[in-house]
């Protein structure tokens, strides 16, 4: 009675239409509503969890919908729907805790495929994606889950984790405003909020406008509490914020270009500039390169997208054409086992084996690598014969193939030479070097390849190897058995090298990674 007075009376009206409104949000919708709050553990989800409007439920980490539980993410649309509705009903829910990676252990692949989610029929799929600089929100994963973290180690897989959200961005959200949605962490909880807040209005709408209305006022009587700090003062972290690239300080920077701030460019590098200007100006080191033939022998085998399992290489037609062509290779073994829309590296580690083993006993310098020996995957051919770069542009900075796409690590397939100085760096460990490369597209010829190729192996060749050598040309099952039996390994950029890396990795071997450019994924 005492607050129908008040109400009446005009005393607390907002919060009282709030109150009722909320409790018409006890109806359910025929299809409901699923928000997955996308980002690098540490960038923001404990916030929005605390800011979830009403008619929202806030869902907990939830392995049983995004992850295998055989050390992957589920890529099966119609699992995922199954375990959304089965666990979920028809209640709307905002995924607030499945971060990138989702807790323990930090595995890559221990985080959700939003490619998989957006395409879930039954529910209707929308994704939030938290912007935060990496080095901050690394801080503050780090302080929750280890005693005494190493920051380089955790801001590597931090960024390893943010190039897979940057090429998702561009994969699922290209000119789709309504699905996708970003969020500004450090501008949330501002004064100056109103994109971000929009933002959330726009991810948390609900198609009645009497519950879009409470979304609307709950959202703006929200307090916004920062659940991380100010880490500007942590020791590090300046250096750690300096030497990273800008570029991916910020992500999805495709979503919404931001200068970025208080934190420094890198310098061009002298030296490597200077390296590759004497290069070409040296005409008898590349002269042999007009003819140059890498072919791998086998055109258009594509290991690393039937790997995948959701690649769109990896149809109905492109598997029964590797069947009908590589009857006896091993990305046909891989998929007599593993369905298409599934992936799985102890399987395809398990067929390397086998074949490994048969060739051990007999092993020559070119079947393996030698003990020591670092291992350098190099994605030439048609990412650069066919590139409107030149080699020179291709060394001197980061390139990216599609000319109509924005730039992002998921198509920078060639890497800059002052990429492998920084490897030579802090790779001192290590005496012999071994670069694989191969085009899996014929080409009448490979100059530019060959160019790129020859300073390459040069500018390792007078950093005090003791032995640097080519591997080109060879058949693809046979790179793969070599490079899967690296003790160490850089990979390249592409879906191929993200293979080897994810066997070599199952196997023991190192995975030598870039300090600070953009060169994971």
């Not at 959700?112 to 801080?139: G, K, M, N, Q, Y």
């Not at 302080?143 to 961005?169: D, G, V």
């Not at 690296?486 to 995975?511: C, D, H, Q, R, W």
Request: glycine fraction near 4%.
């Amino acid at each position: 009675m005492r607050s129908s007075v008040l109400c009446s009376a005009g005393y607390l009206k907002k919060a009282c239409l709030l109150v009722a409104t909320m409790r018409m949000l006890t109806v359910t919708y025929s299809r409901s509503i699923h928000v997955l709050v996308v980002g690098v553990e540490g960038s923001g989800h404990h916030t929005i969890g605390s800011m979830t409007p009403p008619g929202w439920t806030n869902a907990d980490w939830s392995p049983e919908i995004f992850l295998n539980g055989t050390g992957g993410y589920v890529t099966n649309v119609e699992i995922m729907d199954r375990a959304i509705i089965n666990r979920w009903g028809y209640r709307n829910v905002a995924h607030i805790k499945n971060s990138f990676p989702m807790n323990l252990p930090r595995d890559l692949l221990n985080h959700p495929d939003l490619f998989t989610f957006i395409h879930c029929s039954s529910i209707e799929p929308r994704l939030l994606f938290l912007r935060r600089d990496l080095v901050s929100a690394t801080f503050s994963s780090a302080r929750r889950f280890i005693e005494t973290p190493n920051m380089r180690y955790e801001l590597q897989i931090a960024e390893n984790e943010a190039m897979i959200i940057e090429a998702s961005y561009a994969q699922s959200c290209s000119g789709n405003t309504q699905r996708c949605h970003v969020v500004d962490y450090a501008a949330l909880c501002s004064k100056d909020n109103a994109a971000s807040l929009a933002s959330l209005v726009s991810v948390f709408s609900l198609p009645s406008k009497h519950h879009q209305k409470a979304v609307e006022m709950a959202l703006e009587s929200r307090t916004c509490a920062q659940s991380g700090h100010d880490y500007s003062t942590q020791p590090n972290f300046t250096e750690l914020a300096v030497t990273y690239n800008p570029r991916v300080v910020l992500y999805p920077h495709a979503a919404i270009p931001t200068p970025l701030k208080d934190i420094g460019q890198r310098p061009a590098d002298s030296d490597v500039s200077k390296f590759i200007d004497n290069a070409f100006e040296n005409a008898t080191l590349t002269r042999h390169c007009e003819k140059a033939d890498y072919f791998s022998g086998q055109e258009q085998y594509r290991l690393g997208d039937m790997f995948k399992g959701q690649s769109r290489h990896r149809s109905q037609w492109a598997e029964s054409d590797h069947r009908s062509r590589f009857p006896h290779s091993l990305a046909t073994e891989y998929m007599n086992l593993v369905p298409r829309g599934s992936s799985s590296a102890k399987i395809l580690a398990n067929l390397i084996e086998k074949r490994r083993s048969k060739i051990s006993l007999n092993a020559t310098a070119e079947a393996l690598p030698t003990p020591g020996e670092l291992v350098i995957h190099v994605r030439i051919g048609d990412v650069i014969e066919l590139a409107n770069r030149t080699v020179k542009e291709m060394l001197h900075r980061p390139t990216y193939f599609y000319d109509d796409a924005p730039p992002a690590p998921w198509h920078q397939y060639v890497k800059p030479l002052a990429y492998f100085k920084d490897i030579i760096l802090q790779s001192k460990h290590f005496k012999r070097v071994a670069i694989v490369a191969a085009s899996h597209i014929k080409l009448s010829s490979y100059p530019k390849s060959c160019q790129y190729l020859t300073i390459l192996k040069s500018y390792f060749d007078g950093h005090g190897f003791e032995n640097v050598r080519l591997r080109t040309g060879r058949l693809p099952d046979d790179d793969v058995i070599f490079m899967t039996s690296a003790s160490a390994f850089l990979p390249s950029g592409g879906t191929f090298s993200k293979m080897i890396a994810k066997i070599v990795s199952l196997n023991g071997g190192e995975i030598v990674y870039h300090p600070h450019m953009q060169s994971r994924v």
